[in-house]
Nanobody, 124 residues
């Protein structure tokens, strides 16, 4: 079992930056692919970014490509999401997720463990 705890959300003006963190319990973390998803009010949860277990491969939704960067530090059991040039449409609850099979990617159903989410609000 893996527990995921997100932090770093908050209120920021359009054009600003935030860095989300997701701390994971357990040594198995380093073998898991990790992902970030988000859910805005009244919308389905959508893929944002993913990273392979070694960190060599990253994937992004088109809407965030070039603005967001996913990374991980396996020594710290932590995955990050650096968000730059934020827009009001980035406002959502952001969730990190872990795939114990190491596949990751954009499919929500591949992920076995989820955090509780952290709110990101971008004002115009």
């Amino acid at each position: 079992q893996v527990q995921l705890v997100e932090s770093g959300g908050g209120l920021v003006q359009a054009g600003g930056s935030l860095r989300l963190s997701c701390a994971a319990s357990g040594r198995a973390f380093r073998s898991y692919a990790m992902g970030w998803f988000r859910q805005a009010p009244g919308k389905e949860r959508e893929f944002v970014a993913a990273i392979s277990w070694k960190g060599g491969n990253t994937y992004y939704a088109d809407s965030v490509k070039g603005r967001f960067t996913i990374s991980r530090d396996n020594a710290k059991n932590t995955v990050y999401l650096q968000m730059n040039s934020l827009k009001p449409e980035d406002t959502a609850v952001y969730y990190c997720a872990a795939d114990r099979n190491g596949l990751g990617g954009y499919l929500r159903t591949r992920y076995d463990y989820w955090g509780q989410g952290t709110q990101v609000t971008v004002s115009s």
